[in-house]
């Protein structure tokens, strides 16, 4: 195949998976949504919108996890410019689409066209990303700005210059400002550069001007918004607040009862652990909830207590919150669904896996930000929505599988006759 007809036939992948992907996410927010009740669909359980319409009458004045997040400032935005919730679903399946044209482009990037294919639809029908379209959670925005963090670190990789270190540092503040768990990613991937840059063979070009473009970007992009959250508190916050509360939650989350759905945990654990919190508090001499800065340094006590104290708890909190991760969601059967396809996917990203050992593919570039984002949220409170991120790089990986399963199926060429 010359290289026009290449093009020309990814072109075609590239409109199938973004038609695939609009028509899925148009349909769930038009149809589906609201009309199942299989997922609560009360539209705004976090009272995201809430807060973005009180930034839109009284600015930010308030420092709590949620209202730290860049996700309500964007949400105040769309509402600033006339929009409301339906504006912002129908923005989010333009973030649905957007993630599933990067999909394809990683996939064809580091496999081959097929699986770029085969990953972009993966992601376009996936119950997970479309079950956060329709209303105003965090994951569908901050999904898709993980995979373009992820797409620009493959984009680093292949041209390690300071103009894509830069590009690097930008997106990946923006989805750490979204969710601080991303932070860790960011900080690990320029941890390898560095070393790269320093153990390089002489008379090779050196990557360290791109890795301190990353770097210094980063401080810039996260400097205003921690100078914002020490105005609004008079206390040092460098992204948000709410370590403590996720950390001390885990121990709750991966007990056996909830780990293995025999009770609700959106229901019990929840509620055990609010009742924590307000324990907590009251021997603190402060009231839960008025104060989230305040709330931090009393649940940090507890929470270095519990490290201290009890060592061997948090090692098996961060073990069981390692699988809880992928599949813990409001009940049994909600659950199911997500850790059977992360199962799934998991087999064929390890058939693609050997695959690209063997041929020398940069696979780890997809497995690092699983694995990390997988380990530190197993650290804090596992469930299963806060894999959702990460679920398009698993996503690549499982479709270079398919495609290496494909590629055996193919009738092997019958061998010339040697010539007597």
């Not at 730290?68 to 409301?84: C, D, E, K, Q």
């Not at 044209?101 to 972009?120: E, H, K, P, S």
């Not at 780890?364 to 894999?387: C, D, H, Q, T």
Request: with cysteine.
């Amino acid at each position: 195949m010359d290289a026009d007809q290449q093009r020309t036939r990814e072109t075609r992948y590239v409109w199938i998976v973004v038609g695939v992907a609009l028509v899925a996410a148009l349909a769930t927010v038009l149809l589906l949504f609201r009309n199942q009740g299989l997922v609560a669909n009360a539209g705004d359980p976090y009272a995201y919108g809430q807060i973005a319409h009180g930034f839109v009458e009284h600015g930010f004045d308030k420092l709590t996890r949620r209202a730290a997040s860049l996700y309500p400032t964007f949400l105040s935005i769309v509402y600033r410019w006339g929009g409301n919730d339906r504006v912002v679903q129908l923005i989010q399946c333009l973030f649905h689409v957007g993630t599933c044209a990067l999909v394809f482009t990683m996939g064809r990037d580091i496999y081959n066209a097929r699986t770029g294919l085969i990953a972009g639809l993966f992601c376009a029908v996936h119950p997970m990303l479309l079950r956060y379209v329709g209303d105003l959670h965090m994951e569908n925005w901050l999904t898709f700005w993980v995979t373009v963090t992820v797409w620009r670190a493959v984009r680093f990789y292949r041209r390690p210059t300071s103009a894509n270190g830069v590009w690097l540092g930008v997106v990946g503040m923006i989805a750490t400002l979204s969710k601080g768990i991303v932070l860790p990613f960011l900080v690990i991937y320029a941890g390898v550069w560095l070393v790269r840059s320093l153990r390089k063979s002489k008379g090779a070009p050196s990557t360290l001007p791109a890795v301190i473009a990353l770097g210094v970007t980063m401080v810039i992009m996260v400097a205003p918004w921690t100078y914002r959250n020490y105005r609004t508190s008079g206390r040092f916050v460098l992204l948000t607040p709410g370590t403590p509360d996720a950390f001390l939650r885990g121990y709750i989350f991966t007990r056996l009862e909830f780990a293995t759905l025999q009770k609700p945990p959106y229901i019990d654990a929840e509620n055990e652990s609010n009742a924590l919190f307000r324990r907590i508090a009251t021997e603190s001499g402060t009231t839960w909830e008025l104060d989230e800065v305040a709330d931090d340094d009393n649940n940090g006590r507890e929470m270095k207590r519990m490290i201290i104290e009890h060592p061997f708890e948090t090692i098996r909190k961060v073990v069981v919150g390692m699988f809880t991760f992928w599949y813990e969601m409001t009940s049994l059967r909600n659950s199911l669904v997500p850790g059977i396809l992360a199962l799934a996917n998991w087999i064929l990203a390890f058939v693609g896996w050997k695959r690209a050992r063997s041929e020398g593919r940069p696979a780890w570039l997809l497995l690092l930000p699983i694995v990390v984002l997988n380990i530190f949220v197993a650290a804090l409170v596992p469930l299963g929505r806060y894999s959702v991120p990460i679920l398009p790089c698993l996503s690549v990986l499982a479709a270079f599988g398919v495609d290496t399963l494909l590629e055996r199926r193919k009738p092997k060429a019958a061998l010339s006759p040697v010539p007597s």
